[in-house]
């Protein structure tokens, strides 16, 4: 059993106590024909590296998203379980993500850079807007999704929801309209991101989207970097299109030298941080180890993208 830097090692091996596996830290490519198990966070995962492990029965990956991971792949290499943890921060990233749309649509973050810049002006973040009655249109309406809408509802946010996989009857249950993306970014004052990084929705909101919201809007993304073009958000940012916005997640993380965090007045910029929290990391430890476990013992693990065809 290989594991990356994600996961705390003796916290698995006490998870997979009584199954025999022995749990060792990924220090090179991992490979060997006596791998059964891998656990990686953001290593990519494709035809090579699976070529390499011919004995894999499961591939976790300690998070929500799962785009370093190639399904196609897995799925022809024919006996290898794939799973992620899809809900085990769902409080962390909803609170995270309304918690941002809060920070810009009252100005917190930038007025205390303002006073902490010597001045003292509640004018200085601009237009600060009242919650009850305000637009929020939620993009992707899985289960952080849906835990934003149900946080923002009790607060007197108007929530509007896209998502392909759900009809209206499904949201009405929650106080949400549906509506399309185009009829969402047309109507809504603020929107918050929470869709998979997928080949259909990299590139999801760009400069032409962007140009359909409101003049002013406010736009949050703590799902992934992918679902947005940055530099068209910098420059609806700089022109007024954009009346702020909220990015946990970077195009490069960390930020480099060469690929420095973006900068705005009107923008905040948090460490892909949404999910964590003392709980949730130790839910996650505890998921993976049972995922794993699940496949030592036979049986079907929780989480699962795709199935072996073969035993």
Not at 77 to 104: I, K, Q, R
Not at 138 to 143: A, E, H, I, K, R
Not at 175 to 195: I, P
Request: charged letters at 25%.
């Amino acid at each position: 059993m290989l594991a990356d830097a994600a996961v705390d090692l003796d916290a698995l091996r006490a998870e997979l106590e009584g199954t025999g596996a022995r749990v060792e830290a990924i220090r090179h490519a991992p490979a060997g024909d006596d791998v059964v198990g891998l656990v990686a966070f953001e290593r990519p995962v494709g035809e090579a590296e699976l070529a390499r492990l011919p004995a894999l029965r499961v591939l976790v990956t300690p998070s929500v998203g799962f785009d370093h991971l190639d399904l196609d792949a897995a799925r022809r290499h024919g006996g290898t379980w794939v799973c992620h943890v899809a809900d085990y921060c769902v409080d962390e990233m909803a609170d995270t993500a309304l918690a941002l749309v809060l920070a810009l649509m009252r100005g917190v973050v930038a007025l205390d850079r303002h006073v902490r810049a010597g001045g003292w002006d509640a004018a200085a973040a601009g237009r600060l807007r009242r919650v009850r009655g305000t637009r929020l249109g939620v993009v992707g309406y899985g289960c952080i999704g849906a835990a934003l809408a149900r946080r923002a509802c009790v607060l007197g946010f108007e929530v509007w929801a896209a998502d392909p996989a759900l009809t209206a009857p499904e949201l009405e249950r929650d106080g949400v309209r549906l509506a399309s993306l185009e009829e969402l970014l047309g109507a809504c004052h603020v929107v918050s991101l929470h869709a998979p990084l997928t080949a259909r929705t990299r590139g999801l909101i760009g400069a032409d989207e962007l140009g359909l919201m409101p003049r002013g809007a406010l736009l949050v993304n703590t799902a992934r970097a992918g679902l947005l073009d940055t530099a068209a958000v910098l420059d609806a940012l700089a022109s007024g299109r954009l009346g702020g916005a909220a990015l946990d997640v970077l195009d490069v993380e960390p930020p480099t030298a060469e690929h420095p965090a973006p900068r705005a007045p009107n923008l905040i910029v948090t460490p892909h941080s949404a999910y964590a929290s003392a709980e949730a990391d130790a839910e996650l430890q505890r998921r993976v180890g049972a995922a794993i476990r699940a496949v030592l013992e036979g049986r079907p693990p929780a989480g699962a993208l795709v199935s072996p065809s073969r035993r």
